[in-house]
């Protein structure tokens, strides 16, 4: 269901920016409306988004994310090659996107203050761990992640929207 660019782009810009029409989302994404409106009736026929009713007037349809997030193991679709297949272009999405966003970033930093781009950052650790470990320790820095966005003031002077990665994947062995 979401191994398609647009869907994926819709729930994410739904999720971000919050409740929005097809049309205006067709405007934020580059697209055009028809696209835009298919694409969101299949979400919703998946309960991936829903209708907004109380934002809407006359034919005006808004839309919101059903849910913050979306959650799941990767062994979920271990009997669906499908189903697989949808989801390892998504984890190849999601890191294609994740090199978009640096890029722009590297290309704006120089526009944000001192104190904002000291506060951003990129990092990595190599970490020997067996992988009951491993997924104790995602599920630790998920629960971290998880208490800043429930504690996320968008009113608050001087806040801004980021978006965290969290990954971990074994080191390739030498050949």
């Given at each position: 269901m979401l191994a398609h660019p647009l869907r994926i782009r819709l729930l994410g810009a739904l999720r971000v920016q919050g409740p929005a029409t097809a049309t205006t989302l067709a405007e934020l994404l580059d697209t055009n409306t028809g696209a835009t409106s298919y694409h969101l009736r299949q979400l919703a026929d998946v309960g991936l988004v829903v209708e907004d009713p109380d934002r809407g007037t006359g034919r005006q349809r808004w839309w919101r994310a059903a849910h913050e997030?979306?959650?799941?193991?990767?062994?979920?679709?271990?009997?669906?090659?499908?189903?697989?297949?949808?989801?390892?272009?998504?984890?190849?999405?999601?890191?294609?996107?994740?090199?978009?966003?640096?890029q722009q970033w590297f290309a704006a930093q120089?526009?944000?203050?001192?104190?904002?781009?000291?506060?951003?950052?990129?990092?990595?650790?190599?970490?020997?761990?067996?992988?009951?470990?491993?997924?104790?320790?995602?599920?630790?820095?998920?629960?971290v992640l998880e208490?800043?966005?429930?504690?996320?003031?968008?009113?608050?002077?001087?806040?801004?929207?980021?978006?965290?990665?969290?990954?971990?994947?074994?080191?390739?062995?030498?050949?």
């Open positions: 997030l979306s959650d799941f193991d990767p062994t979920d679709f271990d009997d669906d090659p499908d189903a697989r297949a949808a989801m390892e272009w998504i984890q190849g999405h999601q890191v294609r996107l994740l090199t978009e966003q640096a120089s526009q944000w203050s001192p104190e904002w781009r000291d506060a951003f950052g990129m990092g990595d650790a190599f970490l020997t761990l067996s992988a009951d470990r491993l997924h104790a320790l995602n599920a630790e820095l998920w629960q208490r800043y966005r429930e504690a996320a003031d968008p009113a608050e002077s001087g806040a801004e929207q980021v978006q965290v990665y969290l990954a971990a994947y074994p080191l390739p062995k030498g050949e």
